[in-house]
């Protein structure tokens, strides 16, 4: 994905002059995304990642197109590493305006097709981590202006996906009760549920070849993939004052995928467990 020019972009450009996000997963896929479109409009970025190089990588690429931008190392499953990492953030680039914890795993198998510990770390990198991000960041979060924002997943029941249901539905649930406690506090938080992005890790790993990608195409209303900018999008309205009535939400932009429940990725099960026993 490039980075917009500010001149192209819904947002004016200086809509986070000033700002430092701290972004969780931000080294590639929908994170990196957002991590660009806040820094082409004057966001400072620390991008987090468990591979240093990785994030190095990701934020020497926006340095390299004009922005601020910061890489360090941790894994969100381990709250000293976040909150080391959290200290170089602040050392080096101030408090935070915005906390986005994007870091997350993922992978398809079903509930008795996945070992204990693969169910644990899906549920630690993406419930746990959240709540580590949030609870490190938290003393170094502006207060009032301050803006939590989570990606979580589906919404819905989804084959294939427990682990990734089960967490996200804790991220949804860790988000809104924060809004209710940090409301008083001026700190704005809400959650996306991203759709089938283009380019990512994660529907690399969901829609390997054509045919499944197809197949995705049709759980989508509008009848397509998303990219990243449309992520990224929701993301800059979400932080900025043009959404400053709203916390609690978990806003789904994914083509209309979540107004269908779950039934479309019960299809594509059906039709996968079809062909392995005709296969
Ligand atoms: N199916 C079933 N189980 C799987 C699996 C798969 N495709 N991939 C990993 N697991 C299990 C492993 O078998 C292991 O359990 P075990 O010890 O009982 O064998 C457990 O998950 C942990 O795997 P491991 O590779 O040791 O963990 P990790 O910390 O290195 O990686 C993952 C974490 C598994 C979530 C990995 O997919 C990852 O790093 N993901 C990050 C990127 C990503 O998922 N991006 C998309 C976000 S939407």
């Known amino acids: 994905m490039t980075q917009p020019h500010p001149a192209s972009s819904t947002f004016r450009p200086d809509l986070l002059a000033g700002k430092h996000a701290l972004i969780t997963g931000g080294g590639s896929g929908i994170n990196l995304g957002i991590a660009q479109s806040f820094a082409a409009h004057g966001c400072a970025v620390t991008i ?12 020497q690429g926006i340095v390299e197109a004009g922005g601020r931008a910061l890489g360090v190392s941790a894994d969100v499953r381990d709250f000293a590493a976040m909150q080391a990492a959290v200290a170089q953030a602040v050392a080096e680039q101030g408090d935070f ?11 398809p198998a079903p509930v008795d097709g996945i070992s204990p510990n693969g169910f644990k770390t899906v549920v630690e990198i993406d419930l746990i981590g959240t709540y580590h991000t949030v609870k490190a960041a938290a003393p170094h979060l502006k207060t009032p202006g301050g803006n939590v924002l989570s990606i979580s997943a589906y919404g819905v029941p989804v ?15 860790l988000t809104q009760t924060l809004a ?6 001026g700190v704005r938080v809400n959650a996306i549920i991203p759709g089938p992005i283009d380019g990512t890790e994660g529907m690399a790993r969901l829609a390997p070849d054509e ?13 397509r993939f998303g990219v990243p900018q ?11 004052d043009a959404a400053s009535y709203v916390t609690g939400v ?15 990725q019960y299809q594509m099960y059906l039709a996968s467990q079809a062909a392995n026993k005709s296969g």
């Open 48 to 59: 987090l990642g468990r591979n240093l190089e990785k994030a190095q990588n990701a934020a």
């Open 97 to 107: 305006d915005i906390v986005l914890a994007g870091a997350a795993g993922n992978f």
């Open 159 to 173: 084959p294939m996906q427990a682990h990734v249901v089960a967490a996200k539905a804790g991220v949804d649930a």
């Open 180 to 185: 209710i406690e940090w409301g008083l506090r």
């Open 211 to 223: 045919k499944t990608r197809q197949q995705f195409t049709r759980t989508v209303p509008l009848g």
């Open 230 to 240: 449309d992520i990224a999008n929701a993301a800059l309205f979400l932080v900025s």
């Open 250 to 264: 978990i806003l789904p932009v994914d083509g209309g995928q979540n107004m269908l429940g779950g039934a479309p």
